[in-house]
């Protein structure tokens, strides 16, 4: 092929250089654990730099700033969400604090015309969420929900195995992800910071998995049950993390969505069976299983098995299992998060998606502190 011909195809360099002369100002909100995956992606990003951090508790955002090997002096230290928003120019931030002042971080930037990106799960409760997303829709800025897994090239496969109509008609999903033993500590376990346990931890992956493949319906009934047999009992807990537990570490629901489809769902950081299951996704045309992992964190667990009908046959098809992106997936949330940002591109994933997820989440303790179904009642935003 002539010169000619291939150097049609080859990248405008002069536009890279101009974006890549103004760097994209990234500030962090909550620098515990989570916080560290997003300081080490932005490490990779020479487009991308980090100029700001908040921690409510005194020093500690410097003290990771140091961890880290960024430049203390280039760095802005606040003492909350709000003196950071208020004293900074920023181009987008990572929400990475507890779950319960998720929407009170994300608001707040939102409304000073910050783009965000919110640590999983989404809010604690269903009205936070809607108050997130009308922020959202107010201020005219982007916010993206942290679900890293969707950048699992196996679960883009899912979404592309329902979309190619190789299921037909999806009708009943059942939901297997959970542990038998994989109760985290620190903020995870307590209502005051957590606001909610397994359910928002590990749940909410679940859930994504498979709602994202099917288009995210709406959530119209939900059955819900929860318990705390294991996190606050000192036989199976450490007696400090036992004392203070108190939030769910098992969950179950059974979930109505428009389009005539169901959900049963289970999740659990803790009980007495290997494995609550594989995840199965049920249609008219075809079935999917999704292997379920030993400590479930929303990863697909093994090959996947496709079964249809081949010419009258009953057959099966193991899928092959598919490399993660180069960099990571975590890399791939922040990077696509700051991309979609600079290029007007939609949220990668949207939070008229993951308020579906939350409405489900939070359906399930309502039901189960009423002890009866639910409808779940999402408004306009
Ligand atoms: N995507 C993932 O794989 C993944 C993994 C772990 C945790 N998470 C999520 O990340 C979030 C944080 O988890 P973590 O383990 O890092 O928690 P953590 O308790 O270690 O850190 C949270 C930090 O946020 C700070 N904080 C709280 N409110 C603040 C405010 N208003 N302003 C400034 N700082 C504030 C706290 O002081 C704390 O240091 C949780 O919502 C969790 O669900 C996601």
Redesign the pocket.
């Known amino acids: 092929m002539s010169d000619k011909v291939l150097n049609q195809f080859t990248p405008d360099v002069v536009e890279e250089e101009v974006k890549a002369a103004k760097k994209f100002r990234y500030g962090i909100?909550?620098?515990?654990?989570?916080?560290e995956a997003h300081a080490a992606t932005l490490k990779l990003m020479d487009d991308v730099e980090l100029v700001a951090m908040?921690?409510?508790?005194p020093g500690?955002a410097e003290t990771f700033a140091k961890r880290w090997g960024f430049d203390a002096e280039k760095i802005h230290f606040y003492p909350?969400?709000k003196e950071l928003i208020d004293n900074e120019k920023l181009d987008g931030v990572s929400v990475?604090?507890?779950?319960a002042?998720?929407a009170?971080?994300t608001i707040y930037a939102l409304e000073h015309g910050v783009n965000v990106l919110l640590?999983?799960?989404f809010t604690v409760t269903t009205e936070e969420a809607i108050a997130v997303c009308r922020a959202e829709k107010k201020s005219g800025k982007l916010l993206s929900i942290?679900f890293?897994p969707r950048m699992d090239n196996n679960m883009k496969e899912i979404k592309r195995i329902v979309e190619a109509g190789e299921l037909g008609k999806v009708y009943y999903i059942r939901i297997g992800g959970g542990r038998r033993r994989g109760i985290p500590n620190?903020?995870?376990i307590e209502k005051r910071?957590a606001g909610i346990g397994a359910l928002?931890?590990i749940g909410c992956y679940a859930l994504d998995m498979v709602l994202n493949a099917i288009g995210y319906p709406k959530p119209l009934t939900v059955t819900g049950y929860k318990s705390a047999f294991f996190g606050p009992n000192p036989k199976y807990n450490n007696p400090a993390d036992a004392q203070r537990f108190d939030v769910d570490d098992f969950a179950a629901g059974f979930v109505r969505l428009e389009g005539g489809i169901v959900v049963d769902f289970i999740t659990s950081w803790a009980s007495h069976i290997n494995t609550p299951g594989d995840t199965i996704i049920l249609g008219t045309e075809g079935a999917l299983r999704i292997p379920s992992t030993e400590c479930w964190n929303g990863s697909v667990g093994g090959q996947m098995t496709l079964y249809k009908d081949v010419a009258g046959l009953q057959a099966e098809v193991k899928l092959p299992l598919l490399p993660e992106p180069p960099k990571g997936l975590f890399f791939e949330k922040v990077r696509s998060f700051v991309d979609a940002c600079r290029n007007n591109l939609p949220a990668p994933v949207p939070s008229s998606q993951i308020l579906y997820n939350q409405a489900i989440i939070d359906g399930i303790v309502k039901s189960a502190e009423l002890g009866k179904e639910i409808e779940i009642d999402i408004p306009e935003i």
């Not at 909100?29 to 916080?35: D, E, F, N, R, V």
């Not at 908040?54 to 508790?57: F, K, Q």
């Not at 990475?96 to 779950?99: G, I, L, S």
């Open positions: 909100i909550g620098t515990g654990w989570i916080a908040a921690d409510l508790i500690k909350s969400h990475c604090t507890y779950n002042t998720h009170e971080c640590e999983k799960p942290g890293q620190s903020t995870f910071t928002g931890d």
